[in-house]
């Protein structure tokens, strides 16, 4: 059974804004010695009730991460993440509660943490890697890893004020990235950087996690790395855990908060609908085909979707185009109406998704408008929202069904007429 590196028992996390210290130097040197000598608790900062000037930044945060799991912590801005991460790294207290950690910790909450711009790559690295938690002999035996990984050999001897911001970022993460702490955390550091400088940092942290049994804590704003990296989520709202378990469920309940369904638009035959010169959107809809109404799709469900648009050329090939994408911003699918001459005017399209061809979770529908099969004359995107429900029957398996589509193709399984001889 793997060990327990992280756990977190009860934790909340009140703050008091406004200034610092409760105004007055005696009441300030009272506060003090009450802390210190009576080793009391601090009733400046919670007396049982919050007034005005109090919040809770965390409340009642309870959870075990076990040696070698990758763990993310999502939610919206304001929500307790950046708290917890700090609370878990030692650098603030929580107000009641604990955490307890078993292992060296290295944070990395703010990429460039200690660069001195008037000093030289290769003189940040030994600074930055110190202040990380690295010792002078652990950098130095994976020096010439840390500037591969960067990509910045030709300039290693420059002084980091005149790198670029990608380049800046690129020496900073490379540093944090051959930590070699039990626990890695990082606050949202894959924010910064191009693309491709992106997805080495997935693959390199992906490779710490598999091959060192090291643990990861990772927050990020960015669901494809989230569900790329963890095998486990916490979904944080208002300093509270609204979902735990595994990332894909929790990542799609909580992308799926942030949009409720819409399967409706309508703007009517005016200027007001959205598109351009060549085109507008003047409706979508989106109809569940249900055996009850006013009951929730489900996986069963078969959909139509139809639109309306106004084509404001004359005699000209067009084309619509369905994109569906899962709140992680996958494309589910991209399929395309077949080419068809239209003259000014309204013009409709309409696609039937079948049941059973859905997995469960959060979807939204994107419409494209292609004139010749080639030139795009308009995307509307995000146009309809919706959520399909599980339904399980014939089975005892309860858990995740894998994949984002969920068919239900021929499938024959049955024993042969000729049994084996053992």
Not at 175 to 189: C, G, T, Y
Not at 205 to 225: E, G, K
Request: hydrophobic share 40%; charged share 20%.
């Amino acid at each position: 059974m793997s060990k327990i590196v992280i756990e977190a028992a009860g934790v909340s996390k009140m703050y008091r804004l406004g200034s610092i210290g409760t105004g007055s130097f005696r009441q300030d040197i009272k506060r003090w010695m009450t802390r210190t000598m009576g080793r009391k608790n601090d009733t400046f900062f919670y007396e049982g009730k919050l007034d005005a000037n109090q919040f809770w930044a965390l409340q009642d945060i309870s959870f075990q991460i076990k040696r070698g799991e990758t763990w993310a912590i999502v939610g919206s801005n304001g929500a307790g993440k950046s708290t917890l991460l700090k609370i878990i790294s030692r650098i603030i207290q929580p107000t009641t509660g604990y955490v307890r950690g078993r292992g060296s910790i290295g944070s990395l909450l703010e990429v460039g943490t200690g660069f001195h711009p008037e000093l030289s790559g290769r003189e940040n690295i030994y600074i930055s890697g110190y202040l990380l938690g690295m010792k002078k002999a652990q950098v130095q035996r994976q020096f010439d890893e840390i500037v591969a990984f960067s990509g910045l050999e030709k300039f290693i001897d420059t002084p980091v004020k005149r790198y670029s911001s990608g380049m800046y970022v690129r020496l900073a993460f490379a540093v944090a990235a051959h930590l070699n702490a039990d626990i890695l955390i990082m606050d949202e550091v894959l924010a910064v950087g191009d693309i491709e400088f992106q997805k080495k940092c997935l693959t390199k942290m992906q490779q710490v996690a598999d091959d060192s049994q090291r643990t990861i804590l990772f927050v990020s704003h960015n669901m494809q790395a989230v569900n790329h990296l963890c095998r486990q989520a916490i979904w944080l709202q208002q300093g509270r855990i609204m979902e735990m378990g595994d990332t894909a469920h929790v990542v799609d309940k909580y992308v799926g908060s942030l949009q409720k369904n819409k399967l409706n638009i309508a703007w009517g035959d005016n200027n007001e609908a959205p598109g351009n010169e060549y085109v507008r959107i003047l409706s979508m809809e989106l109809k569940p085909e249900l055996s009850v109404a006013h009951s929730v799709i489900d996986i069963r469900t078969p959909l139509t979707v139809t639109f309306t648009i106004r084509n404001q050329q004359q005699d000209v090939v067009l084309n619509a185009g369905l994109h569906l994408f899962n709140y992680a911003g996958e494309c589910i699918f991209d399929v395309a109406s077949a080419p068809v001459l239209c003259k000014a005017g309204k013009v409709q399209g309409e696609c039937r998704i079948p049941g059973n061809f859905l997995n469960d979770g959060a979807y939204y529908l994107s419409l494209i408008i292609v004139q010749d099969t080639s030139i795009p004359l308009f995307y509307y995107e995000a146009g309809l929202h919706f959520e399909v429900a599980d339904f399980r029957e014939n089975t005892t398996w309860f858990g995740k069904w894998k994949g984002v589509v969920r068919p239900q193709f021929p499938f024959r399984f049955e024993p042969s007429d000729i049994q084996a001889a053992y």
